[in-house]
């Protein structure tokens, strides 16, 4: 309200409306912004970052480990980096796509062995979330599904995830998948 002399005059009320008013917007401001400036730690779980050669040695560990375990022949793997999140940043986990030969009859048997073989190398049943098909196991922070191929039923695919603590940015990799069969000996 304007008073006599060309001043504001403010009621106790409307001081502590505008008060309450800019404290809230300062609180919001102040939370948006400690709420969002997450660091790697924060965004890993408290879990040290991975290189990209530390993720992919995780997996080359355990795909090896599978290969000699379940005797798998004509193998070959690729590993790609793959977001954690459903808008391709990081943090990233690595993933290997490996696929083995299967016998011209009874592949789910081969299958089963395959999954016989790896748990009793310490592998666990997961708890499946949407799968419709085939065997998820876990160990040591990875987890690997597989199934017989329904593209070419000569062949089992396999992929094995590490763990989301890679934090570089591969959202521009090219190519996206590299050959790791060689290292697979």
């Not at 008073?3 to 005059?9: C, D, E, I, T, V």
């Not at 997450?38 to 040290?48: F, I, K, N, Q």
């Not at 016989?116 to 876990?138: D, I, N, R, S, V």
């Not at 590490?162 to 959202?171: F, K, L, P, Q, Y």
Request: proline share 4%; net charge negative; with cysteine.
């Amino acid at each position: 309200m304007r008073g006599g002399n060309g001043g504001w005059h403010w009621s106790p009320a409307a001081k502590a409306l505008v008060f309450a008013a800019l404290s809230m917007a300062l609180a919001l401001g102040v939370g948006f912004v400690v709420f969002n400036s997450s660091t790697e730690s924060d965004m890993l779980g408290g879990a040290e970052p991975m290189t990209d050669e530390q993720a992919t040695n995780q997996l080359l560990d355990s795909a090896r480990d599978i290969v000699d375990a379940a005797n798998l022949r004509d193998v070959s793997a690729s590993v790609v980096f793959l977001s954690c999140t459903s808008s391709h940043d990081p943090p990233y986990q690595a993933a290997v796509h490996l696929n083995f030969g299967l016998p011209e009859t009874n592949s789910v048997k081969r299958i089963s062995e395959v999954a016989a073989a790896m748990t009793a190398h310490g592998w666990q049943k997961a708890p499946a979330m949407a799968e419709h098909f085939g065997m998820k196991l876990t160990r040591d922070g990875v987890t690997s599904t597989f199934h017989e191929n329904p593209d070419d039923r000569r062949f089992a695919t396999m992929r094995i995830y590490g763990e989301c603590r890679n934090t570089s940015d591969h959202r521009n990799d090219n190519p996206a998948f590299t050959d790791i069969t060689d290292r697979l000996r």
